[in-house]
């Protein structure tokens, strides 16, 4: 038999409750060596900025990406998140900070096997990529669907 604490937690897990335990500026989720692999762990997809405060790149694409937070704020099966990677230590196979700003997206099937993202580093290259990679449909509020939202709808 499930207990009343097993059945909490899976309900948080479940409707995404789990959020609320991460620091957020501006719709982005902020990570910290003690919270990063439980972030990594509770999502089902996770695009991290590994940055540093000094770096001109990376207050370049700070609006942009606390843009892309705010956009995906309300999506539960994405997490938009940041580390300032000179401030924490990054234990975590694959991952591999050699400039900034490094961009690593942990796809929700495989998170053993994280990718440096490539794409454009601007909002549409952003939300195209996540689209792309979502395992599950989600709508943001200006009406862009993930692609399998998008193919769920034709079908």
């Known amino acids: 038999m499930i207990s009343l604490k ?5 309900v948080l897990v ?3 409750a789990w959020a609320a335990d991460f620091e957020e500026e501006d719709g982005v989720i902020v990570l910290e060596t003690d919270n990063f692999q439980e972030a990594i762990d509770s999502n089902e997809l996770i695009l991290v900025e590994f ?3 000094w770096c001109g790149h990376c207050k370049k694409l700070a ?3 606390d843009e892309l937070g705010e956009k995906f704020e309300g999506v539960d099966s994405v997490m938009i998140a940041k580390m300032d990677a000179t401030a924490n230590e990054i234990d975590h196979d694959g991952v591999n900070v050699k400039g900034f700003p490094t961009i690593i997206y ?3 099937s495989d998170k053993s096997n994280p990718v440096t993202y490539q794409g ?6 952003f939300v195209e990529f996540l689209s792309e990679k979502a395992t599950k449909p989600f709508e ?3 009406g862009t669907k993930s692609a399998k939202a998008s193919v769920a709808e034709e079908l």
């Open 120 to 125: 454009a580093r601007d909002l549409d290259g």
């Open 140 to 142: 943001l509020s200006d």
């Open 63 to 65: 609006p942009i990406y």
């Open 106 to 108: 942990f796809p929700g």
């Open 14 to 16: 479940a409707t995404g």
């Open 51 to 53: 940055y540093a405060p």
């Open 6 to 10: 097993h059945l909490f937690f899976f």
